[in-house]
């Protein structure tokens, strides 16, 4: 019993901050020079946020390197004038069974900021670190009418998926396609996973927008790229598929077109 009771008491005995002991000095100095107090606190708080960031930045590492890929355990498959839209994606509950004990265990959390306005709606990730740093990623979308959605369905989904994508934007978090449970076998350690760029927010809008005015469905696109969602679409990808599109639209006739007419 007397040895589990021992302990090291230097712990509970750390070295005051030589820099609060100054200022203290300075306060209780009735002839203090108050410009050198002022100097001294701004340096401390300077000093203070140094700290944190540097504090941030060890947690956030050492976060991401216990976080696993997300397992996309979600699938969206409905079918529209524009064709069929067929992809699988994470869940933000998905995502947050997965990172929040392990952010927890290093002092982060995470929150989200919600705005609206001409006609988009735009949401921010907050990242905050228990010692006072935080950093933010914000993306904005038009609100997601697809699949039939009322506009408070259409709102409600955008703030959803951009919550998704502007959190495991900030935390650098990489996706993986479920495999029916065989991700909890144990896998070769020689096993390597290659992450390929995909195209940003703004590339998205600007494809969906070009292909509507080619009169090229979503579907069309993904199966001829060979990926489940426009969202997977490699970055590289990007400039010769508008540029595809481009030449749909500038081949247009007045009557419809043929699906063969389409340069996929």
Do not use: W
Request: include cysteine.
């Amino acid at each position: 019993m007397n040895a589990i009771a021992k302990h090291d008491g230097s712990v509970a005995h750390l070295p005051a901050d030589p820099m609060i002991n100054m200022i203290e000095r300075l306060v209780l100095n009735p002839d203090a020079d108050l410009d050198k107090l002022e100097r001294m606190l701004a340096l401390k708080r300077d000093h203070d946020r140094d700290n944190a960031r540097v504090a941030f930045a060890a947690a956030l590492a050492a976060a991401r390197s216990k976080i696993p890929p997300i397992v996309k355990d979600a699938t969206v498959d409905f079918t529209s004038s524009k064709g069929r839209t067929h992809y699988k994606h994470e869940t933000l509950a998905g995502i947050a069974k997965v990172i929040d004990p392990i952010l927890s265990e290093f002092g982060l959390s995470y929150r989200f900021r919600t705005d609206q306005g001409n006609g988009g709606v735009r949401v921010t990730c907050i990242i905050a670190h228990a010692h006072g740093h935080s950093e933010e990623t914000s993306l904005t979308c038009a609100p997601d009418g697809s699949g039939s959605k009322n506009p408070f369905q259409a709102v409600g989904s955008a703030v959803t998926y951009l919550q998704r994508y502007t959190l495991k934007a900030a935390l650098g978090l990489s996706a993986e396609i479920d495999d029916d449970a065989q991700s909890a076998a144990p896998r070769p350690d020689d096993r390597i996973r290659v992450e390929v760029k995909t195209i940003s927010q703004e590339q998205f809008v600007q494809i969906r927008e070009k292909a509507d005015e080619a009169g090229v469905s979503e579907d069309q696109i993904t199966k001829a790229a060979g990926i489940e969602h426009l969202h997977d679409l490699p970055a590289d990808s990007f400039a010769p598929l508008m540029r595809k599109l481009q030449a749909t639209i500038n081949a247009r006739k007045p009557d419809v077109i043929d699906a063969s007419e389409i340069p996929y």
